[in-house]
């Protein structure tokens, strides 16, 4: 047993060699450079918070990398770096950066990274106005902020002014099939994976594409493939460890699909996707308390996303937390719920929960907004029977006929329609012999 002990902790010292002898280096480069600290220039403060970084020395890295942009606040590499080290909103306010044109393309990258994407939106939108209208890199900009908004149309008009610019452009290019992919739009989305792959098939967006295009056509084990060779072509490449750990999930891996979110989070815990794909997977696995859990991180990054809410709600539901799963269902309503998901599950919890008046004022709601969702026949036939009830109940005869005549369009309900309807004509006769 020693032996074997013995064994396992030198494989794992050999294992761990690399990233010790990394530190080292690390170390000794940090020591080299803060004995000549007096004679640093712009680049060289880059250069030294970039060390710093690396050692997780963050205070100190976010001061030399103020210092570079202080020294040369044309040097974007420092901003965009320093934006790296942005935690949220309230750091954004407090870095010391000098006021200076430069700035505002660092606070936009900055919101587009925290999730800000309306005061992304107008901020680029304000650069664009200024001057940089043909700027191919404000535009690729302002088209991630509609796709992060998920106003896909006005995203893709940005992408094929992009293009139709410079059709050698890579950059963002992944956003652009994952629009595609989105839409079902198989043809363009096969052009413009043909187009990256002639550009250049090495590059880690190019392998994205692709991945999509095949994940798209049901081939997930073609699409794992490319993934993990733009991995290898750039293994800090978010939008692949997210998307492979997409394709696990199709192929019902779950060990695998945790481990390349997990990987996602480690390269950027600012991309709710994998937040959010883990809590799905732990969903999958019937594990609610962790799935609740990655679905808060989730939220935490995306407030003001109907989606996550929605997620959360059902989570609480399924630990029966009934109370805390109404609250994310309203906050869902009143952010738009844009997909009527949201409306349709707190009109049936209210109905479960006997609160009758609630669940009519959201059933009304969803069946009001109808043609703005794409839901299924037996939700709808569920709303339009329950008011027809409650209207009966309430003797509001003609709203109940109304809602009745609806639920006899859909197969689900036609049959207690029918009944129902025959129920109201007869109440309504005697409400008229009454009067």
Known sequence: MQGIWRLKKAKDIKCNAPAAKNVQEMTDLRNDIKKREDELDGYCYYLYGVVLKALD?????IENLECSIQMQPLFWSSWKELSSLCKDRQSLKEFKVPKHWMGEFFYGHSELELHMNDEALTRYQDISNAGFSSSTYVKSQLATAYYNMRDFEASVEYFK?????????????????????IQDARAELSYLAHHAAEVDKYRAESCGVIGNYYSLRGEHEKAVLYFKQALRLNPKYIAAWTLLGHEYVELRNASAAIESYRRATEVNRRDYRAWYGLGQTYEILQMPNYSLY??????????????MLIALGDTYQNIEKSSEAKKCYLRAVRLGDSEGQATIKIAKLYEADGETKEAAKYFSMFLERNSQYTHSSEDLAEASLFLARHYCEEKLYDDATIYATKAREYTES??????????????????TIFK
Do not use: V
């Open 294 to 307: 990655y679905f808060r991180e989730a939220h935490k990054l995306r407030p003001n996303d109907a989606r």
């Open 414 to 431: 036609r049959e207690e329609a029918k009944s129902l309807i025959a129920q109201i004509t007869e109440l309504s006769k005697g409400m």
């Open 161 to 181: 002014e992009l293009h139709t610019m410079d059709p050698y452009m890579l950059e963002h290019i992944d956003t652009y099939s994952n629009i595609l992919y």
């Open 57 to 61: 020395l963050m205070e100190e890295a």
